[in-house]
C-alpha cells in the first residue's frame, strides 16, 4: 500500500513562495526538473478563424527538425523581411535613461545620464530551450479529468470542437481543443505529471445557471469533489494541477477555493504580478491570440509611415493619459474609442503598436501588433509578459513605463533614429510563430510554448512509495 507524505496546506504555501526563485534558476540549466509523481465578446478587430497554414514543423517524432527549425537564420523572401544591413554603426544599442537616483526610466525631461543597452537575442537560452523543448515534447504527460458529454456541465467541462471558438477571451478554449488532441494527453493517471483542470471560467459566466456570481461556488465544489472522488489532488494539495482562463473574471474566481489559487498553476491572460491572485514563476501569462485565415500581410518598415498607433476604449487612467496626451498629434495616432474599420491597415502601416492596459493588463492587442510585424509598445506595469522564461521581449518590443508616457514620442524618435527599430521589427518577425494558434497543434505555436511553460513549472515534489 502506496504510503504518501502530504505536506501541511502552511508548508506548501512556504514551498510555494520559495520555489519561484528556484524555478527561475532551474530553467538556465540542462537537468529537467523531477516529475510531479511517479504515481501518477465580439473582437474589435477583423473577423478571425483558425490558421490553415501548412505547419512549420508537422512530425512532432522529427527531433532533429525541432532543432533546425530554431538555429536556422531566417529566410523568409517577403519584401517586408529583407531589411538589408543595419545603418550607423551596427552596435545595436538602445539608449534608457537612469535618473540621478538611480532608478531605470524609459525617458526623463532632463535625459542626465544615458545607458546603453544592446539588443539581445530573441531566446534568454536557445540551446537550453531547445534542449528542454525536446525532453519536453517527448516525456511530459498530462491527465484531463474526464466528464461525459451527457454531463449536465458538459459546455462547461469539454472543449467546443464545432466551430473557431469567438470573443477576446477565447485562448483557453483554444488550448482546450489543442490539448484534448495532442500526443501530451494520457488516460493513465499514474503515468500523468500535471492533471488539467478542464473548467472553462467563460462558459461558466456565459451559463445562465451558474453566471458571474455563481462561479466561485461551482469551483469550489468542482475541487471538492475530484478531491473526494480521485486521490491525486490530495498528494501534492494540488500542486501538479492546473487550469487555463483569460477571462479577468478568472482573477477572483478562485477565492472560496483558496488551495487552487495558492498551489495549483494559473495559465491566465490577466498575468500582473503587482495584484492578489497571481504569483510569477507559479503561474503562467497565456497571450490572447486570434487565429486568422491566409497568408500573412506584410508590409516593409519605410513603408510604415505612422510612428505609433492605439484604439480602443477609455476604461482605464493609462488609457485616458495616453489618449489626453497625444491625441493632437500627428505622429502618434491615439483613437478615444474603437475604430469602426478594421484595424490592419492602421497595424500594417505603424511601426510601433501600444499595448495599454485597461480594466486588466492583458489584451489581445500585443498579439495583434506581432501579428502585422508591428513592433510592441508595452505601456503596462507589473505585466508578467507571455513565455517571459523563453523570451528576451527586450530583444523585439519596447516596455515603457506609465509614468512616461509624456516622453512616449522622444523614447521612439530615438529608436527609429538610431536604426534599432530595423533590429526590433526583424526580431518581431521571428517571433511570430510562437504567437499564433492552429487547428492542430504545431511545433513552437502558441499551445506549445503554454506546454512548455507548464514543464518547467511542474512540481518537484516527489511521492515516494513503499511495499
Known amino acids: 500500500m502506496a504510503i504518501v507524505k502530504q505536506a501541511s496546506f502552511k508548508g506548501l504555501f512556504f514551498m510555494t513562495s520559495t520555489t519561484l526563485i528556484i524555478l527561475k534558476t532551474i530553467f538556465f540549466f540542462v537537468t529537467p526538473i523531477p516529475s510531479t509523481s511517479n504515481l501518477m465578446m465580439t473582437h474589435e478587430h477583423d473577423d478571425h478563424h483558425f490558421d490553415l497554414n501548412p505547419p512549420l514543423v508537422s512530425n512532432l517524432n522529427q527531433y532533429d527538425d525541432v532543432v533546425r527549425v530554431l538555429h536556422e537564420e531566417e529566410s523568409i523572401s517577403t ?7 543595419p545603418h550607423g554603426d551596427g552596435g545595436g544599442r538602445l539608449r534608457e535613461v537612469v535618473h540621478k537616483d538611480g532608478q531605470l526610466s524609459a525617458g526623463d525631461s532632463t535625459f542626465s545620464k544615458v545607458k546603453p543597452l544592446e539588443v539581445k537575442e530573441v531566446y534568454h537560452e536557445k540551446d537550453i530551450f531547445l534542449k528542454n523543448y525536446i525532453q519536453m515534447n517527448k516525456t511530459l504527460k498530462i491527465y484531463i479529468y474526464p466528464h461525459a458529454e451527457t454531463d449536465p456541465f458538459a459546455n462547461i467541462f469539454l472543449p467546443d470542437n464545432h466551430g473557431s471558438p469567438g470573443g477576446n477571451y477565447a485562448s483557453e478554449n483554444y488550448f482546450k481543443i489543442a490539448l484534448s488532441m495532442s500526443h501530451f494527453v494520457t488516460q493513465d493517471p499514474f503515468k500523468a505529471d500535471l492533471f488539467f483542470l478542464p473548467f472553462s471560467i467563460a462558459g461558466m459566466r456565459h451559463d445562465k445557471r451558474i453566471g458571474v456570481g455563481g462561479i466561485k461556488t461551482f469551483i469550489k465544489d468542482y475541487i471538492y469533489n475530484i478531491s473526494h472522488k480521485y486521490p491525486f489532488w490530495n498528494r501534492t494539495g494540488g500542486a501538479d494541477h492546473f487550469y487555463v482562463a483569460c477571462h479577468s473574471i478568472g482573477r477572483t474566481a478562485m477565492e472560496k477555493a483558496p488551495e487552487v489559487r495558492i498551489n495549483a498553476i494559473q495559465v491566465v491572460c490577466s498575468s500582473s504580478y503587482f ?23 506584410t508590409r516593409h518598415p519605410s513603408k510604415r509611415e505612422t510612428l505609433a498607433f492605439y484604439a480602443g476604449a477609455m476604461n482605464s487612467r493609462v488609457r485616458e493619459s495616453l489618449v489626453q496626451t497625444w491625441i493632437n498629434d500627428s505622429e502618434i495616432r491615439v483613437h478615444q474609442s474603437r475604430l ?23 489584451t489581445a492587442r500585443i498579439g495583434d501588433a506581432i501579428y502585422y510585424g508591428c513592433v510592441p509598445v508595452v505601456l503596462a506595469d507589473h505585466y508578467d509578459l507571455p513565455f517571459g522564461d523563453v523570451l528576451n521581449w527586450s530583444s523585439f518590443s519596447v516596455v515603457v513605463s506609465v509614468e512616461d508616457i509624456a516622453f512616449l514620442k522622444k523614447i521612439l ?23 499564433q494558434w492552429h487547428e492542430v497543434p504545431v511545433d513552437f505555436d502558441t499551445f506549445y510554448m503554454v506546454m512548455y511553460e507548464l514543464w518547467v513549472r511542474r512540481s518537484s515534489i516527489r511521492i515516494h512509495s513503499f511495499n
Open 79 to 85: 519584401d517586408d523581411n529583407k531589411l538589408g544591413p
Open 275 to 297: 495584484l492578489q491572485g497571481y504569483t510569477a514563476h507559479k503561474d503562467a501569462s497565456i497571450p490572447q491570440i486570434w487565429p486568422r485565415p491566409g497568408v500573412r500581410p
Open 340 to 362: 469602426k474599420t478594421p484595424y490592419s491597415e492602421s497595424l500594417l502601416g505603424s511601426k510601433f503598436c501600444i499595448h495599454a492596459k485597461g480594466f486588466e493588463v492583458n
Open 413 to 435: 524618435n530615438k529608436i527609429v533614429d538610431s536604426d534599432e527599430y530595423m533590429k526590433l521589427h526583424k526580431n518581431v518577425v521571428k517571433v511570430q510563430k510562437h504567437f
